[in-house]
């Protein structure tokens, strides 16, 4: 009897295995047939979303109705069926990729539509049902961030960034710098600032500070090291402490082991500019004029080594400086208004107006849409002014709103009308006139609301309200609000120019 037991025992081995695969297999498929299901549902919610075009009408509440259901639809049965396949099977993770696609996508639709709590809550129960990583988990983090800053809780934001911060160190995935991550505290420093949280603001350089230096130590030689002396440079030149700034630069290398270039010419534009030494920065200056060869750089640094004797006072060589732009690089000087623009300044400064106006009424005919062109009507109508002759300063100031005008018009939707805007506000300004003023900058704001231009409009309207008009609730209110629209410019670079063209 035991032997017959024994051969029926090893006789079912067999089986039992058979059905143990077979019963693997049945759950393998339904895995996989789980997850193609969902492939399925997102693509048909993509096609749908395609169908609205690149910039989204959101008017058209049907459309966008159906498109939200079609990627409520892929939540929902995500959200039935990720707990029925094993988190070790690759159809689970899968079926979480399909779920933060789905997620980010309806939420962004939320977003723009400004329903923030939607937004918000899609993006945390995608947070809270799966275990994200990489550039999934940083997507959605940064996704529910700006949320937040959105709605105003800009705490909430900052928990958020020094919780990447932490979780992406180093910054790098793929041997790739994460620009996202490197750049947080960048942002917190200079939206603190302009907040008017100068306390805060000081807290995030020290904790900026401390982060990019312990990236250099620790990755020394490498491409992170390089971006993070960049950003350090940065944070010590927004703060005036030139010479860090200078030193950091310094050890920004080529391939060569010199100084790189752009890190050069921004170390002569602090020289000058924030030094104001003049002498060291003409020198640095010629020096790379020997070094380049490029014929689309020399132009550019001839323009910087101009303004630096416009910004010493040395008016007749900014003049010179700029005609040598003009008779050696003729492209440069006829597709670019500021060799132009400071040879019509350096007139002025010097004393030669009837030359000069000539010449600013020809940066007026060539290059109309540009900063440069609006800024002329309020210099020529503000030397009239001075001069004593009134009714030329009112002539010119009148033809600068029929122009700002126009040029809005012409250029609606685009930069060009933000500009307008902001000169027919500055001549409000100029006039006294706080109510007009403060609505064409909330004009800016209400259609640029996520430009630099748009966020600048209310730190001057901010500031209009409460030294002008002695309304400093208001101006509180709007301090709130940029808090909100502080968004970092898309492939924003590490550090920019000193040398940018303001008068």
Request: glycine share 4%; net charge neutral.
């Amino acid at each position: 009897m035991k032997i017959r037991r024994g051969i029926l025992y090893f006789a079912l081995i067999p089986l039992i295995i058979s059905v143990l695969i077979l019963q693997a297999g049945c759950n393998s498929d339904r895995s996989i047939y789980i997850r193609f299901e969902a492939e399925k549902l997102l693509q048909n919610a993509d096609r749908l979303y395609t169908t609205a075009g690149i910039k989204p009408d959101l008017s058209d509440r049907e459309l966008w109705n159906r498109i939200k259901s079609a990627y409520y639809a892929v939540n929902n049965y995500c959200w039935t069926y990720l707990d029925s396949i094993p988190a070790d099977k690759p159809e689970h993770r899968e079926l979480e990729t399909i779920a933060f696609s789905s997620s980010n996508r309806l939420s962004n639709i939320y977003f723009t539509d400004k329903q923030y709590d939607s937004a918000a809550a899609i993006l945390n129960l995608l947070l809270n049902r799966t275990k994200l990583d990489g550039r999934t988990l940083l997507t959605s983090r940064l996704n529910l961030a700006r949320v937040y800053q959105a709605q105003g809780d800009w705490p909430k934001t900052v928990g958020i960034f020094h919780s990447l911060i932490d979780a992406f160190y180093p910054p790098v995935d793929n041997n790739e710098i994460i620009p996202q991550v490197l750049n947080l505290f960048l942002e917190m420093v200079e939206t603190n600032s302009m907040i008017g949280d100068t306390a805060a603001a000081t807290t995030e350089f020290h904790s900026a500070e401390n982060y990019y230096n312990r990236l250099i130590t620790e990755w020394p030689h490498s491409a992170l090291s390089t971006a993070a002396r960049g950003n350090l440079a940065r944070l010590y030149r927004d703060r005036g402490e030139w010479d860090r700034a200078i030193d950091n630069l310094a050890l920004m290398k080529d391939s060569t082991g010199q100084t790189d270039v752009n890190a050069a010419m921004i170390i002569a534009d602090i020289t000058a500019s924030g030094k104001k030494q003049f002498d060291e920065a003409y020198r640095l200056y010629d020096d790379l004029l020997n070094q380049v060869k490029d014929t689309m750089l020399l132009p550019i640094i001839y323009a910087r080594k101009g303004l630096a004797y416009f910004q010493a006072k040395d008016y007749e060589k900014c003049r010179a400086t700029m005609k040598i732009i003009k008779d050696r690089f003729p492209r440069y000087f006829n597709g670019n208004p500021l060799p132009e623009n400071y040879l019509a300044l350096s007139l002025a400064e010097s004393g030669q107006w009837n030359i000069a106006e000539n010449e600013f009424r020809w940066l007026i005919d060539n290059f109309p849409a540009t900063e440069q062109a609006f800024n002329a009507y309020l210099i020529i109508a503000d030397h009239y002014s001075k001069d004593g002759n009134q009714n030329m300063a009112n002539s010119w100031y009148s033809k600068a709103e029929q122009f700002y005008e126009q040029m809005s018009r012409q250029y609606v939707g685009t930069e060009v009308e933000a500009s307008a805007l902001f000169y027919k506000a500055e001549v409000s300004r100029r006039k006294e006139n706080w109510p007009k003023t403060i609505e064409y900058l909330l004009d800016i704001y209400q259609k640029f609301p996520d430009s630099d231009m748009g966020r600048q409009a209310l730190v001057n309207a901010s500031e209009v309200y409460r030294m002008k008009l002695n309304n400093p609730t208001m101006a509180d209110s709007l301090g709130r609000l940029l808090a909100r629209e502080l968004f970092p410019s898309a492939g924003g670079k590490n550090i920019e120019s000193l040398s940018d063209d303001r008068k």
